[in-house]
């Protein structure tokens, strides 16, 4: 079957240290694969995504790899912030049907 | 901008009444889903729809009913709330591009439903 494992939180980073959030998949064929970001009180929004082996999905100075010979798609920042207190869910879809399927979350908070 | 409204963000009702959670999307896109997320559990899918009038049940339907009369809007029902379906409740919607395994899912803000 189709399932994310995310690595569990809650994780605790000083400003500027630098980020890395594990996700590892398991999926039939090649799915896509995303990043969303949940900041308190709000719905999810998407970070990034890739859509095929070795691409790179990047935004807001995160990035992830999406690598099909370790089934990982791991969340990287290299100077974390204050604002990047969140809950990060790692996801990946794989039919045109587009049904998600999430990891648990992992809840990051960044301290002055 | 893609924008998923939800009708209300917080709700408190009583044991064996029945919900209405309203979802609408103002993109025209063809799949709109239901989840709950609680804790320790990230989110979980209760029902999706492809199509107007189309549902299909997710990974965790017992409890929920839901209904797509129209395409942007796409409604859970909870026909006998309980308690244990106190959660936060999102709703999202993507669009069917044809061949592709690729399109995003836009979510919105969420209903924290809290069941006496």
């Given amino acids: ?112 | 901008d893609v924008k998923v409204t939800q009708s209300s963000r917080y709700l408190v009702k009583r044991t064996g009444e029945k919900v209405f959670l309203e979802c609408v999307q103002d993109m025209d896109h063809e799949n709109m889903f239901w989840y709950r997320q609680d804790p320790g559990l990230g989110l979980r899918l209760i029902y999706f729809s492809y199509d107007v009038k189309m549902k299909e049940k997710g990974d965790i339907p017992e409890g929920y009913s839901v209904s797509r009369e129209k395409k942007e809007r796409f409604s859970l029902i909870l026909e006998s709330a309980s308690t244990n379906q106190t959660s936060m409740y999102l709703c999202a919607s993507s669009s069917q591009a044809p061949g592709l395994a690729t399109e995003t899912q836009y979510f919105g803000p969420g209903t924290r439903l809290l069941v006496l």
């Fill in chain 1, 1 to 112: 079957g189709n399932s994310v494992t995310q690595m569990e939180g809650p994780v605790t980073l000083s400003e500027e240290a630098f980020l890395t959030i594990n996700c590892t998949y398991t999926a039939t064929g090649y799915p896509s694969l995303f990043w969303y970001v949940q900041y308190p009180g709000e719905g999810l929004q998407l970070l990034l995504k890739a859509t095929k082996a070795d691409d790179k999905g990047s935004n807001k100075g995160f990035e992830a790899t999406y690598r099909k010979e370790t089934t990982s798609f791991h969340l990287e920042k290299g100077s974390v912030q204050v604002s990047d207190s969140a809950v990060y869910f790692c996801a990946l879809t794989r039919n045109t049907g587009n049904q998600f399927y999430f990891g648990t979350g992992t809840s990051l908070t960044v301290i002055p």
